[in-house]
């Protein structure tokens, strides 16, 4: 539907044709308006106050709100609904806060109406959709209403077909009388007719869905907002959208596909439905995010067949099974030599090993099975236990191969099958050290294997965490192996490899954290030679040795693997602590040294005063942020705690889990930059103490009223140039009498005060308008400040400056009972001015920045042009203890009616700066796209 568009030839109504003429609505020279519509019973919010047209605020709006909007447009309407998503464009001018009961007759009655400030922005004006019938809901299946339409016949809404294409509409009418009658519906032959998921994917039945209607197919919404309310898919509809490929529900997710494009979105559905058509749904609503799921079957794979492929022999390789037309692998995640005997089992041999495909290539296959659990005895995997993995339950590990033979078992240490001669029925093993390389093993008639020789275990001489981002329990891990350091690939480590690697370091392990440490964990690559990968642990080993692993890798230094070791309750104690890059040894960088490694702090310390004292220091402050210096091994500054000496400990109550706690490590940018003295501590009353960045001297702040005679410190072979801190109460300023000066009246003015019979000012610092309504009230008892200038508005004063920092409060009388502070600080730069009336500060529904005294303390002015395209001039005055604004700015638009034009400044009257005369206001042309043609045209306005 067109916008503006008539609609005459729908209107056929079963009860007969309605005669009664058409409402009579009337909205000229009203001061609301709609606008961005199809009608003016739909769009954005406008309203005009004092000649200004205003949009209004979503935040806390409601259908009260909008009851009462549409009610001043015609006393027979309200709302059909409201909308805050800006669907009708971007207003201008001042925005208003609403709060109303609902029935008021105007938004003047309402509780609440005024200028809104702050936390409003255009983005989001209000949009409404107003309704004459007597039943203000229409509750209708074929979808919401979204346009309007006047009409001599009444009032048509049409809304897009719930179930049905873009250009598919439905049609309603309020009739003059009141009531609903239907006018047409095309929502029909728009079901959703198929379901595909796209996308590529490592994993089996799982991707982004599409939905296909009638020829178009079109993205399923996984997460959008309409008109306010949120819709996603959730479990139950994600279900629903399996069965129609006959799978079952396994995981979805809403936000994974930045989409932002129009496409399907489910708004609801009773749970039993057997395709989404017949759940109710909108089409051509923007979709930020595609819906991403992923099914399974409903109980198990229909494996039609196995085989072993990427191998050296038909005997060994790569587990593939074989579900509907399409190949899957078994993951190594779980995987044990029960299971590999029943797959043996299955192409008619014993299992001999089984290890992990170190080489495969991840787009080969679909990852089908993960943490398959036989117990052996089985003939087929259909009767042994299994989980389907998908994107949001990855395998830990790559696929498994498998050798099966007519031997068994074949028990190999320290190393890797790596080939099978099934001719002459031999294994060579690749050794994890070069003495020796190769080991083979013989495949007797017997059926026992036999061999001369076995691998000899691989020697770890240290392991050590490092990275850019690493900390003092966590890092990139690196190995010492004959005198190289080198890194492990992270394919395949799990919660019990990092469990084996914490505990080689004397550490516990952090058993959640794995979720989250795919890679590195963010603590950077490591460097030199990637020592292993597929390292396989059971979790119970003392070391990695006697772990299962691939020598051999085709990582690279961007899978290098990261480990966070020690539980909550983790203590580790470092054995010292110095300052560096301060200006003396008194302050500087905190370290502390752990394994023969100076460390810096992420953060601020809870117990600085015990870092100190470490160092046989007085704690004095400490500051953020100085350059990490060692960013290997960053130490959390909260979980340190010094006394005799430092601990660190891991549990910290700041972090709800140890994710928040690895994303405060690694993205930590600063460490503490601790303050000592070789003084005691100094202890003062009613004041602080500010502390030079050496620590050697202390200046005194007292609070405010409160002064002392010394206010500097410093520290000097061990003792302060004096130790009695103590601020003690200003005494009263005998202030006799109060001014205004140099303003245009005697209400307006430089704020001075009489001292022993002397004039001074008051520094504007922190002067604020309780301290203004106090000033006023002490020229005056019914005034209050109606203004409050600093820099020294009306001028600068002379003589004294008596006080620097005023502290007034409400239930003052009079300013000499205000706390007061002299520092000494301030100049006549910055007096204090203001202006006193009986009103305060200006209470209006405009922005208050727009008006400005004159020559009156009662009269503000304010300058319409302040809100563009206005010209004019507003009025607030003080009456009777309160401000009224008078007067309407004028709006002007194109065309306008120029009443006069002059040139100004010019050495003639033919030449000069351009002046339009409009609305009796005088103002000027902006030279932007200014040429000859606009000058002739100019000219020959004024008769050139």
């Not at 590999?340 to 296959?365: I, P, Q, T």
């Not at 191969?401 to 031999?426: P, W």
Request: net charge neutral.
């Amino acid at each position: 539907m067109y916008k503006g568009l008539v609609i005459l030839s729908y209107v056929f109504f079963t009860t007969g044709v309605v005669t009664a003429s058409y409402r009579g609505y009337n909205f000229t020279d009203k001061d609301i308006r709609l606008i961005g519509g199809y009608s003016a019973l739909e769009g954005r919010v406008e309203i005009r106050i004092h000649g200004v047209w205003g949009t209004m605020c979503s935040y806390g709006f409601d259908v009260n709100d909008a009851n009462v909007l549409c009610r001043m447009l015609h006393k027979d309407l309200r709302s059909l609904d409201y909308y805050i998503d800006g669907r009708y464009g971007v207003g201008r001018g001042p925005i208003f806060y609403l709060h109303c009961s609902g029935s008021e007759q105007s938004i003047n009655n309402c509780p609440r109406f005024q200028y809104s400030s702050s936390g409003c922005t255009h983005s989001k004006d209000i949009g409404l959709m107003c309704v004459g019938c007597q039943n203000a809901t229409l509750e209708t299946a074929h979808g919401r209403l979204e346009h309007v339409n006047i009409t001599n016949f009444g009032d048509v809404y049409s809304g897009s077909c719930i179930h049905g294409l873009p250009s598919q509409e439905f049609m309603f009418t309020c009739t003059p009388l009141g009531r609903w009658i239907e006018l047409t519906n095309q929502c029909t032959n728009t079901v959703v007719r198929n379901i595909r998921l796209t996308g590529n994917s490592d994993y089996y039945m799982e991707g982004f869905v599409e939905v296909s209607v009638g020829d178009t197919w079109l993205p399923l919404c996984g997460y959008t907002n309409i008109n306010r309310n949120n819709y996603y898919i959730d479990a139950s509809k994600a279900n629903i959208v399996c069965s129609m490929i006959g799978k079952r529900y396994k995981q979805s997710s809403y936000k994974r596909n930045l989409l932002e494009e129009p496409g399907v979105t489910i708004t609801s559905c009773i749970g039993n439905e057997t395709s989404i058509s017949f759940c109710k749904h909108l089409k051509n609503h923007a979709c930020p995010y595609q819906a991403w799921i992923a099914c399974q079957d409903h109980s198990k794979y229909n494996i039609k067949t196995i085989q072993l492929e990427n191998g050296s022999s038909p005997y060994e390789g790569r587990i593939a099974i074989n579900v509907d037309n399409a190949t899957g692998t078994v993951c190594f995640d779980g995987f044990d030599y029960e299971d590999a005997k029943v797959v043996c089992k299955m192409l008619g041999f014993s299992a001999s090993w089984y290890y992990l495909d170190a080489y495969a290539v991840a787009e080969e296959r679909y990852a089908m099975i993960k943490n398959l659990a036989c117990n052996g005895k089985e003939n087929h995997l259909h009767n042994c236990s299994y989980s389907v993995p998908s994107s949001l339950d990855k395998c830990q590990s790559k696929s498994t191969r498998i050798l099966c033979t007519e031997c068994g078992r074949l028990n190999v240490s320290h190393g890797n099958v790596q080939s099978y001669d099934f001719r002459t029925k031999t294994v060579t093993v690749l050794c994890y050290t070069d003495n020796p390389r190769t080991v083979q093993y013989i495949c007797n008639r017997t059926g026992s294997w036999t061999s001369t020789t076995s691998c000899s275990p691989i020697q770890i001489q240290d392991v050590r965490l490092v990275g850019i981002n690493s900390t003092i329990l966590g890092g990139t891990v690196e190995l010492k192996i004959n005198n190289v350091w080198g890194t492990i690939c992270e394919t395949g480590l799990g919660h019990a490899e990092r469990q084996v690697l914490c505990r080689m370091m004397n550490y516990r392990y952090i058993n959640d954290i794995n979720d989250f440490a795919d890679s590195n964990v963010g603590f950077g690559p490591g460097s030199g030679t990637i020592h292993m990968e597929s390292l396989r642990c059971s979790g119970s080993e003392k070391s990695i040795t006697e772990c299962a692993f691939s020598k051999g890798t085709t990582c690279s230094h961007a899978n290098d693997a990261g480990v966070l070791c020690g539980d909550f309750y983790e203590t580790v104690y470092l054995s010292d602590i110095r300052l560096v890059n301060g200006s003396n040894q008194f302050n500087g960088v905190v370290e502390l040294l752990h394994d023969g490694v100076w460390r810096s702090l992420c953060g601020y310390s809870y117990n600085p005063s015990g870092m100190c004292s470490m160092l046989n220091m007085t704690y004095l402050t400490n500051r953020c942020c100085a350059k990490h210096e060692h960013r290997s091994g960053l130490i959390l500054a909260s979980n340190v705690y010094c006394n005799s000496k430092c601990a660190y400990r891991m549990r910290n109550f700041m972090f709800d889990d140890p994710f928040e706690y690895f994303r405060y490590l690694r993205d930590c940018d600063g460490s503490m930059i601790l303050v000592c003295s070789e003084c005691p501590k100094l202890n003062v009353s009613r004041g602080s103490l500010v502390y030079s960045e050496d620590g050697t001297t202390a200046n005194l702040i007292c609070r405010e009223g409160h002064f002392s005679n010394i206010t500097s410190f410093r520290c000097q072979n061990g003792k302060w140039t004096a130790n009695n801190v103590e601020c003690i109460l200003s005494p009263p300023l005998n202030i006799t009498q109060v001014r205004l000066a140099d303003g245009p009246n005697a209400n307006a003015g430089r704020l001075e005060i009489t001292v022993k019979n002397t004039y001074g000012t008051i520094c504007a610092n922190e002067f604020i308008y309780v301290d203004g309504d106090i000033a006023c009230k002490s020229i005056n008892l019914r005034y209050r400040a109606a203004a409050v200038y600093n820099g020294s508005f009306y001028g600068p004063g002379t003589g004294p400056i008596y006080i620097d920092h005023l502290d007034c409060t409400s239930d003052r009388a009079n300013i000499k009972d205000c706390l007061y502070r002299t520092t000494g600080a301030c100049n006549h730069s910055n007096d204090v001015s203001l202006v006193c009336n009986e009103c305060g500060k200006l209470v209006t529904n405009m922005d208050e920045r727009m008006f400005l005294f004159n020559d009156s303390n009662i009269v503000m002015y304010g300058d319409c042009s302040f809100y563009k395209p206005y010209v004019g001039q507003l009025r607030a005055i003080c009456e009777n203890g309160t401000w009224k604004t008078i007067g309407n700015c004028i709006e002007y638009s194109k065309p306008l009616e120029v009443q006069s034009v002059r040139l100004v400044n010019g050495s003639n009257p033919a030449e000069g700066r351009v002046e339009m005369k409009v609305f009796d206001t005088w103002g000027t042309v902006c030279s932007d796209d200014f040429g000859m043609k606009e000058a002739e045209v100019i000219c020959r306005m004024m008769g050139y």
